[in-house]
């Protein structure tokens, strides 16, 4: 199993920026990319950005493209998303997920099978 653990979630105001943090633990040998997606009140989860752990090749919703930028440190099995310009509409829990297949596209949730517990993120105007 793998076991992943989100932090860095907090209250902050439209415009400043926030670094989310997922470390991971457990078989991680097997995993073939980490994501993260959100999930609004009211609202499905939605795809965020999506990494290989392997040669690290970087995927976002075009919606986010410019604003937030997903890395990962390989040493200490960590993946982050950095959030920058952060508005209203990004409120969302915020979880980090792996997935242990190279099957396209990373986007669809059922493509992972470890999460997170989530990370509470609100932006306010």
């Known amino acids: 199993q793998v076991q992943l653990v989100e932090s860095g979630g907090g209250l902050v105001q439209a415009g400043d920026s926030l670094r989310l943090s997922c470390a991971a633990s457990?078989?991680?040998?097997?995993?073939?990319?980490m994501g993260w997606f959100r999930q609004a009140p009211g609202k499905e989860r939605e795809f965020v950005a999506a990494i290989l752990w392997n040669g690290g090749t970087k995927y976002y919703t075009d919606s986010l493209k410019g604003q937030f930028s997903i890395s990962r440190d390989s040493y200490t099995n960590t993946v982050y998303l950095q959030m920058n310009d952060l508005k209203p509409e990004d409120t969302a829990v915020y979880y980090c997920?792996?997935?242990?297949?190279?099957?396209?596209?990373?986007?669809?949730?059922?493509?992972?099978?470890?999460w997170g517990q989530g990370t509470q993120v609100t932006v306010s105007s």
């Open positions: 997920a792996s997935s242990p297949s190279g099957a396209a596209p990373l986007s669809l949730v059922g493509r992972y099978n470890y």
């Open positions: 457990g078989r991680t040998f097997n995993t073939y990319a």
